[in-house]
C-alpha cells in the first residue's frame, strides 16, 4: 500500500490496542441463563468485537456449584457426607460464552452460603462476602472448578482464561467481611491451587475498587476518619490518589514467592469520602483522571518484582452506580471514547461495566433509562455509549494520527482506514461529566458548548473509494431524550418501545468518495458532545 500523508506530513505508525473490546462486564451469573441477557450479549458480540467476559457469583447459591446438603422443597433437608461440587448451570453460561467466540474472565466468588462466615453481605441478591469457614473447601472448590472447566473446554482453552480472586476485598463489611491478610491469605491458597493443576494457568489480582487520595485502607480495614480531609478538601484533584492494595500485594507475594500473572483494579472517576458529620460527600475527578490513574498503575507495576505481569482494569465507568442517569447519556459516549482512546496502551485491558441494564444488584431497574451501566438498555435499545464501542472498534490497529479529538487508523490486514472524532466541549475545561441522580439533572450538560470543526486531509486514497461517515449526537441516536420527550414513560407500550429503539439506531449517515486525486478531504462540523465514525466502505 502507498504510504498516507494526512494533512501534508507522512505517516508514521505505531500500534493501536482495542483495549476497549477486550474485556466487558456483567453483573452475575445467573443473569446468563435469562434469554433477553444472551440476545443482547451475542448483539453486542458482534457489534463490538467483545473477547472475554467478566461477572460475579459463579459460586453464588443461584448457580448451585457448592453443595453440603441435598436439598428439598418441602422435606427435611438432608445433609451430605463430604461437599459436592455440581456445574450444570455454570456449563449452560460457560458454554453460550464460549459458543459466541468469547472467553471467561472467571472472578472466583462470591462465598457459597454453607462455606461462608457472614451471609448476605451486599446486593438485592445477597451475595455472601466472606472468608470461608474452611479454607481447604475453599481450595477443593476451586480446584474441582478449574479442573471441571479444563476436562470440558481443554486445556489450551483454559490457559487463554484469566482467573481473578475476589472482587474488590478492600470494601468492607459489603465485598469482605475479613482483614486485608485475610485476602492475602485467600489469594495465596487459591494461586497455589491453580497452579498446581498447570503452571500455566493464569491468577491474578487484588480486584480492588478505584484509587484514594488517603489512608482509609492503608490498615487491615477501613478507617472512615482517614477521609475527613478529603470529604472537606477545596480541590480534590490537588490530592494524591494511589491505587488501593496494590503495593501492598505486590510486597506480599514477592515475599512469598507467590505467582502474580496479572495485577486487577478497578477504576471510577467518581467516589466518595465520609465527613465528620458522618456524611457521605460525592466527589467528581477530572477529565483525565483515568488517564492519570493507569499511567502511575503501569509505572507501579513496570518497577515492580513483576514487572511483565499484565494489568486488567476489570471495572471502569464514569461511575460505580447503577442508578447514575449520565450512563443513558450522549455525554457517557462522548467521555468513554476520549478516556479509550487516550489510555489505549496503558492496560491490557480496560472493562466496561457493563454492557446491559439487565442487572439486579439493587434489584431491576425502574423505568426504561433509570441510569444503568449498561450500553443497552433491559429492552436491548442501544444507548449513545453502545455506538461508541461500535465505532472504536471499527477503527485499525495501526494509528496514523492521534490529536485531542480522535485518531486515524489503519488496518494492517486490509489496509483500510478509518477514524473517529468526537466533541468533548470546550466549556467543560478539565471536568469529568460526573454523576446525577435523574435524567433532567444529567440532560443540563447538553448546554456546553461550542461546535468543533473536524478537518483534515488524508492523501494516498484509491480514486473513487467510498467512506461512510455515522455520527451519534443529541439529535440521532439519543434513545434517553427521546424518551424523555415522549414524557419519560415508567412502562412504555410496545409501540413507544418500538420507537426508541428506532431512535436508538437512527444515526446521521453520509458518504463521502474519494476524488480522482486520490486525496479525501474530510470536513465536518461536530455539534458539542458529538462522536464520529469514518470507515471505508466495503
Known amino acids: 500500500m502507498t504510504r498516507l500523508r494526512i494533512d501534508g506530513r507522512l505517516c508514521d505508525e505505531s500500534a493501536l490496542p ?18 433477553d441477557w444472551r440476545q443482547q450479549f451475542a448483539d453486542v458480540v ?13 459460586f453464588h447459591d443461584d448457580m448451585f456449584v457448592y453443595r453440603e446438603s441435598y436439598g428439598s422443597g418441602f422435606g427435611p433437608n438432608t445433609p451430605l457426607a463430604a461437599p459436592v461440587h455440581t456445574f450444570s448451570y455454570v456449563d449452560k453460561v460457560f458454554d453460550f460464552i464460549v459458543d459466541c467466540g468469547v472467553r471467561p474472565f472467571v472472578e ?8 461462608a462466615t457472614e451471609t448476605e453481605t451486599v446486593f438485592w441478591w445477597g451475595a455472601h462476602c466472606s472468608p470461608p469457614k474452611d479454607m481447604a473447601r475453599w481450595v477443593e472448590l476451586v480446584t474441582r472448578s478449574v479442573e471441571h472447566w479444563i476436562d470440558r473446554y481443554g ?6 482464561w484469566r482467573f ?7 470494601l468492607v463489611p459489603h465485598f469482605w467481611t475479613g482483614t486485608k491478610t485475610e485476602y492475602f491469605e485467600l489469594y495465596e491458597q487459591t494461586v497455589r491451587a491453580i497452579k498446581k493443576i498447570d503452571p500455566a494457568l493464569k491468577v491474578g489480582g487484588p480486584a480492588t475498587s478505584v484509587f ?10 477501613e478507617d472512615r476518619s482517614a477521609m475527613y480531609e478529603t470529604a472537606a478538601a477545596a480541590d480534590v484533584d490537588a490530592l494524591d490518589w494511589r491505587p488501593v492494595w496494590i503495593e501492598d500485594f505486590i510486597a506480599w507475594c514477592a515475599e512469598r514467592e507467590l505467582p502474580i500473572d496479572f495485577i486487577s483494579t478497578h477504576l471510577y472517576p467518581t467516589d466518595f469520602a465520609y465527613g465528620t458529620d458522618g456524611e457521605a460527600v460525592q466527589i467528581t475527578r477530572y477529565a483525565d483522571a483515568t488517564f492519570d490513574d493507569l499511567t502511575l498503575l503501569r509505572k507501579l507495576v513496570t518497577n515492580s518484582a513483576y514487572p511483565e505481569a499484565e494489568i486488567h482494569i476489570t471495572e471502569w465507568s464514569t461511575s460505580p452506580s447503577a442508578r447514575d442517569f449520565i450512563h443513558d447519556t450522549l455525554f457517557a459516549a462522548t467521555s468513554i471514547t476520549r478516556s479509550y482512546l487516550k489510555c489505549a496502551t496503558l492496560a491490557d485491558s480496560i472493562s466496561y461495566w457493563t454492557f446491559t441494564d439487565v442487572f439486579e444488584e439493587g434489584g431491576a431497574g425502574m423505568g426504561p433509562f433509570h441510569g444503568g451501566f449498561g450500553l443497552v438498555n433491559e429492552g436491548g435499545v442501544h444507548k449513545p455509549t453502545f455506538h461508541a464501542f461500535t465505532m472504536l472498534e471499527r477503527l485499525g490497529d495501526r494509528l496514523l494520527l492521534a ?6 487508523t489503519r488496518d494492517s490486514r486490509t489496509s483500510a482506514v478509518s477514524a473517529v472524532f468526537f466533541n468533548y466541549p470546550e466549556d467543560m475545561g478539565t471536568r469529568g461529566v460526573g454523576s446525577e441522580n435523574s435524567y433532567p439533572a444529567a440532560r443540563a450538560l447538553a448546554e456546553m458548548g461550542p461546535s468543533r470543526r473536524i478537518r483534515h486531509s488524508i492523501d494516498g486514497l484509491e480514486p473513487g473509494a467510498t467512506f461512510l461517515v455515522e455520527i451519534v449526537d443529541w ?4 434513545a434517553a431524550e427521546a424518551w424523555y420527550r415522549l414524557g419519560s414513560p415508567l412502562n412504555p407500550s410496545r409501540a413507544e418501545s418500538e420507537y426508541l429503539s428506532g431512535v436508538a439506531d437512527s444515526l446521521l449517515r453520509f458518504t463521502l468518495t474519494v476524488p480522482g486525486s486520490g486525496v479525501l478531504d474530510l470536513d465536518v462540523e461536530l455539534a458539542p458532545w458529538a462522536v464520529m465514525s469514518l470507515r471505508q466502505s466495503a
Not at 46 to 58: E, L, M, N
Not at 155 to 160: I, P, S
Not at 164 to 170: F, G, L, Y
Open 155 to 160: 486445556l489450551a482453552e483454559v490457559r487463554e
Open 403 to 408: 490529536t485531542p479529538d480522535g485518531v486515524v
Open 18 to 35: 482495542h483495549v476497549w473490546s477486550r474485556c466487558i462486564g456483567a453483573g452475575r451469573a445467573n443473569e446468563a441463563l435469562r434469554a
Open 475 to 478: 439529535e440521532h441516536g439519543n
Open 108 to 115: 472466583l466468588g462470591f462465598m457459597p452460603r454453607e462455606l
Open 212 to 221: 484514594v487520595p488517603d489512608d482509609r485502607y492503608k490498615g487491615e480495614a
Open 164 to 170: 481473578e480472586v475476589w472482587n474488590e476485598p478492600n
Open 46 to 58: 458482534a457489534a463490538c468485537g467483545i473477547q472475554y467476559i467478566r461477572f460475579h457469583g459463579v
